[in-house]
């Protein structure tokens, strides 16, 4: 398959906005409480990053990796942990933070792992929004920006790892030949 980067989806300041926008709300939603931001590996680095800087009270972070698509840009639709996270939750709110929601599995299946350990709450915040593609029901406490139904790469997301880096989201086309 070749790879060929095509138009930009989200640009940097649109995504600077939306995380000073999330980081207030969370900041506010949670004073004086104990939070621990969980970022979701590999894709949530970049956006943990970020919105962990603009939050302006005390806040825990761990990173929690799941696999659910390989190296394929289709979702097979099965979830497997590959690292857990080494802070006890117990009776602390929990907030997960996501690259880009699609079917909605992985995060469906994080929130429930993490109501198994007794935490005070389990919620969810995501950079990017891909409603379209949703196949089970999900309430998304902090929604980032909605995006069409198109296989994007950057701010995190990658394509066969590759990507990550790029500080905007672009749309990634596959095609058969160059
Ligand atoms: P889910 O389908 O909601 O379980 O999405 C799981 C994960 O698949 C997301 O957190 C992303 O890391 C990845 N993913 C979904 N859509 C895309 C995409 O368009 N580009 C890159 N990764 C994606
Ligand atoms: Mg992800």
Redesign the pocket.
């Known amino acids: 398959m070749f790879e060929k980067i095509k138009s930009i989806v989200v640009t940097k300041s649109e995504l600077q906005n939306k995380v000073s926008d999330l980081a207030k709300q969370i900041s506010t939603d949670y004073q004086g409480e104990e939070l621990i931001l969980v970022g979701?590996l590999k894709?949530?680095f970049v956006f943990l990053a970020d919105l962990a800087k603009e939050i302006s009270i005390p806040v825990c972070i761990d990173f929690i990796s799941v696999s659910?698509?390989g190296n394929s840009?289709k979702?097979s639709g099965v979830?497997r942990l590959i690292k857990d996270i080494d802070i006890d939750v117990t009776n602390k709110h929990v907030l997960l933070v996501?690259?880009?929601?699609?079917?909605?599995?992985?995060?469906s299946y994080l929130k429930e792992l993490f109501k198994t350990r007794n935490p005070k709450s389990v919620k969810v915040c995501t950079s990017l929004d891909?409603p379209a593609?949703r196949?089970i029901q999900l309430a998304v406490d902090y929604p980032g920006i909605e995006i069409p139904d198109?296989?994007?790469?950057g701010y995190?997301?990658?394509?066969a790892e590759k990507y990550r880096n790029l500080p905007e989201v672009y749309e990634?086309s596959l095609e058969k030949h160059p």
């Open positions: 979701v894709g949530g659910s698509y840009s979702s979830v996501e690259d880009l929601i699609d079917t909605g599995l992985t995060l891909k593609k196949l198109k296989f994007v790469i995190g997301l990658d394509y990634l």
